[in-house]
């Protein structure tokens, strides 16, 4: 009986590591498949407008311009000193802690409706389904890439410097795409399984945006509420982007080390748990 056991063990973490192995192979061999997927939707929304793709740099600009003279101008709100003009410094900060987290925030819930609304590959054999989340993770990122450029350009042209911190914008993009692929994984798989996923996960996103650090800085936090923004993943993101892009600072190494980890042994579960539901997808859309 014990032997049986021990065989059908071993048998799951086979398929296990050899469902591994072949995802990781998909994501090479079908690299060009990701791109094509990613880049259909991050300019499926542009087609059929006249300015195109312009209008992946002409939204973030309005938006900047439009945060910065109502918060800190009509408003006065002042988060960050700003040499010669403290007024310019809300809408900038309230911009850059918003472009991550809506990166997450869509991902996540694109990821929940992404097996039953992408059927016609799901049902078919060949189709290597788990490059689904990944392709929107990116799609989702370079958007907001986009929103960085921008930030850059009006940070350079309204205090008249920029920090070498933004070449590192990158590296922590690379990091939130783990983070943001692990729960992708997760929440694609639990869409699948559960139907009114989607509608749990809108709430729970809505409530993460105001225990994140987004509209209210850290340091005006509580002592007894502070342990909200350390177990908070989206806490550090926010911090550490505004610390690259605002300030010129680096995040603490350890909490950069804690993040990473995290974010890969999320990737793993979920990547995990994804494999293990992939052979029922066909019979839940």
Not at 10 to 34: H, K, P, Q, T
Not at 41 to 59: E, I, K
Request: contains cysteine.
């Amino acid at each position: 009986m014990q032997a049986r056991v021990d065989i059908e063990a071993r048998e799951a973490n086979d398929g296990l590591s050899s469902g591994f192995r072949a995802a990781l192979s998909n994501y090479y061999e079908r690299r060009w498949l990701v791109l094509y997927l990613a880049r259909r939707q991050l300019f499926a929304g542009y087609q059929g407008s006249f300015l195109g793709v312009a209008w992946a740099f002409l939204t973030p600009l309005l938006l900047v311009v439009l945060y910065t003279l109502i918060f800190s101008e009509i408003i006065g709100i002042r988060f960050r000193d700003v040499e010669g003009d403290n007024s310019l410094n809300f809408g900038l900060y309230l911009y850059c802690g918003l472009l991550p987290f809506l990166a997450f925030s869509e991902a996540l819930n694109r990821s929940a409706a992404m097996i039953k609304s992408n059927s016609q590959y799901v049902k078919n054999l060949v189709f290597p389904t788990e490059v689904l989340p990944l392709s929107t993770t990116l799609g989702t990122l370079v958007d907001k890439l986009f929103g960085f450029v921008v930030l850059a350009g009006v940070l350079l042209f309204l205090e008249g410097r920029l920090n070498w911190t933004l070449v590192l914008v990158p590296v922590l993009m690379g990091l939130q795409m783990i983070f943001v692929l692990g729960l992708s994984y997760i929440f694609a798989t639990l869409g699948a399984l559960v139907p009114d996923i989607r509608s749990t996960l809108q709430a729970v996103v809505r409530v993460m945006f105001f225990a994140t650090p987004i509209i209210w800085p850290v340091s005006q936090v509580p002592d007894h509420l502070s342990w909200v923004v350390t177990i908070n993943p989206l806490a550090f993101l926010v911090e550490a982007y505004r610390g690259i892009v605002l300030e010129g600072t680096l995040p603490p190494l350890w909490h950069t080390g804690v993040f990473a980890l995290f974010s890969v042994a999320l990737l793993v579960g979920g990547l995990a748990l994804f494999l293990k539901v992939k052979p029922r997808f066909a019979d839940l859309v």
